[in-house]
Each structure stands twice: as structure tokens, then as C-alpha cells.
């Protein structure tokens, strides 16, 4: 196998393949590179397949024309030449209902995860006078995409998560979180994360999330990076039109606790659907949050796991 298919970019495969197999179906004939294309992808995949893992169906659309034309292993262009266009476009077409499911299922999902991230931010808005909101953006150095496949993500996220529950140093007087798991054509398996800390105890949040970030590097060994939400420069930008939702949010201002919650719905946001994970481990949570606890330790950790 030719050396160039030994360490694929996980996530951009799986978007690429998504994109070939849309492209396939709506095509009314073949493009001047369609076999070499769908060589690439198929000596990709065939390359990075895992039998535990769950893909999306249109990953599942390219893996059936690979095992019924026995695509697998050794694959030269001449095999694929004879698979016609019709061929392999009706191949895909069979999966385009499952792929439509898909779209429905995860819209219902993410507003049902809204519906539970709202209620739980209005559980801890309505137990605290000030809250302090921090927003980050952690995913992976373009450079170094290709080392990381979902187990690895999981991992690292899991890792993570575990330094929250445990209070670790930056960690301390949190009470509450929420995560989201996505994956982008550019920024490949990412994780957008809110943290809320007690108020009257913690006020720099432009540090904690330059601290949280950090951990994620020591994580990832360097091989991550993320996005601080909460630098001023980024924070101005929301306050000149009055709708900054991070920071320090006090319950008695209507205006930054409506705006906190729309800042933090952005987490599951239905219309992202370009967004959601292609490949996932069984049972696998894309979205979690802490537990709202009304008793001397009210924060309680109900998602450190990425499992069900």
C-alpha cells in the first residue's frame, strides 16, 4: 500500500467521503477524477477501519461499496474502473433515507439538549447572585490532525473532564460545566467547553481560561491548542452591542442572564449540522453537563464520562 494512505487525517476523511458520496448522488454523470477520487478515499478508509466503531451513513455508504465489490487490501485503479458511475451512484443512493434520519435525529437531539442546558443554567443562575462564565475552544493543531483519531479525542476529553471533577487547582470553586463534541472540516474532532465558577470567589476569567487551555496542551503533548473566549479583546466585541454572555454574570441583571444563556446555547445549536460527529465508540455522549445539587456541596459531576 502506497505510503501516503498509512497516516490519513481521520476527521477530514470523514468529510471528504460525506462530500464524494453528496456529490455522487446529485451528479447526473462522472466528474474527470471520480475514479481516482473514489480510489483515494477507498484505500483511506479501508486503511483506518475499525469494526467497533459507529459511522455516519454516508461513511457506511462508501464501506458497503468497498466489502460487496471487495475493495479491501490491494485496490489499483483498473479494479475501480470497473465500477461504473451508476454503479457506484446507486450504491450510495441506498443510503441517502438513512442519511436524511440522521439530520432529523440529530436536530431532535440537540434541542432536547438545549432544553437541558437551559434548565440547568437557570438552576444555578437562580441559586447564585454572580456566576462567572468561561468559554473554550480546544481542538487540534492543523499539523498534527492526523495523529488523532475519535479514540484518542475521547481519551484526551475524558482526561480532562477528570481534572474537573477532581477540582483540580483551576478547576476549584466550579460550579458547573458543560461540554460539546463536534467535528469540522478545518478544525477536525473539537470540544467546545463552558465552565461556571462561584463569583464571589473567582473573578479572573480571562486566566482560568488561558489555565484550562494550558491543561489541554499538557494533554494533548503539545499537539493541541485552543481558543480563549474570554480575552478582552473578544469580549468588547459582544459588549459594544450589549449581548456578552461570559464573565461575570450577576442574577439580578436580566440582560446578562439572558444573554449568558444564549451565549451558552451556542454548545448545542441544531443548525450545526455540519458539525456533528461522523464516527463515534459505542455510547458515546457528544454533549454533557455537570449535576445541580441543592445542598452544602451543590455541584455534583453527572458528565465527566463521554459514555452513556
Known sequence: MNSQYLSPNHSRLMIRIEQFVEKTIQAEYAWYEFHEELLDLVIELDAVFDFELQYSAYVKAMLELIWRNQ???????????DLSFKQVQQYFDDFRQD???EQKYFISSEKRNRIVLVEYLDNLISHYSKLLFVRVDLAYL??????????TFQQDVHELIGFIQDGDRYFSDLEGYAWALEQGKDKGFHCHLLLIYNGSTRQKDYYLARQIIQRW?????DDGYGFNCNTPEHKNQFRRNDSLGIGMIHRDNDREVQNAIN????????EKSNQQLRVKLPRMRSFGTGSYKRN???YRDRGYSLNT
Open 71 to 81: 475493495l479491501n487490501g490491494e485496490v489499483n485503479i483498473d479494479q475501480m474502473n
Open 99 to 101: 442519511q436524511i434520519k
Open 142 to 151: 492543523k499539523e498534527r490532525q492526523h495523529q488523532v483519531d475519535i479514540r
Open 217 to 221: 496542551q499538557e494533554i494533548t503533548e
Open 263 to 270: 451565549t451558552c446555547s451556542y454548545l448545542v445549536n441544531p
Open 296 to 298: 452544602h456541596r451543590r
